[in-house]
Nanobody, 130 residues
Framework: DVQLQASGGGLVQAGGSLRLSCAAA????????ITWFRQAPGKAREAVSC???????YYTDSVKGRFTISRDNAKNTAYLQMNSLKPEDTAVYYC????????????????????????WGQGTQVTVSS
């Protein structure tokens, strides 16, 4: 069975840090680009950051300089290190996978769209208090 297991969410004060993990099983992790999305109540799902199969990374503007995405193919796991958290980062965070390399061009044209992805994790809640 294909599984993406997101974990690491929690409650943190503004300025704090969290590290999210996305553990994969049931598919060849190395062949898949991984993107973290988030969805706040009443808002659309938003692409936050992507790590491509070649480990190139992309970020939405609001998290640049604060979040760092990475992957460990030996552990079939992707990570999202979130520093300097703000109340507006509060959301359910999801990881998603697609079997292709994501280039800069594809990130800005399709990679931020939820429909582009084949597999989804179940989400982990991140709450940042002010």
């Amino acid at each position: 069975d294909v599984q993406l297991q997101a974990s690491g969410g929690g409650l943190v004060q503004a300025g704090g840090s969290l590290r999210l993990s996305c553990a994969a099983a049931g598919f060849t992790f190395d062949d898949y680009s991984i993107t973290w999305f988030r969805q706040a109540p009443g808002k659309a799902r938003e692409a936050v950051s992507c790590v491509s199969t070649d480990k190139t990374t992309y970020y939405t503007d609001s998290v640049k300089g604060r979040f760092t995405i990475s992957r460990d193919n030996a552990k079939n796991t992707a990570y999202l290190q979130m520093n300097s958290l703000k109340p507006e980062d509060t959301a359910v965070y999801y990881c998603a996978a697609v079997r292709r390399e994501i280039s800069s061009n594809s990130w800005y044209h399709k990679g931020f769209l939820p429909d582009y992805y084949e597999y989804w994790g179940q989400g982990t809640q991140v709450t940042v208090s002010s």
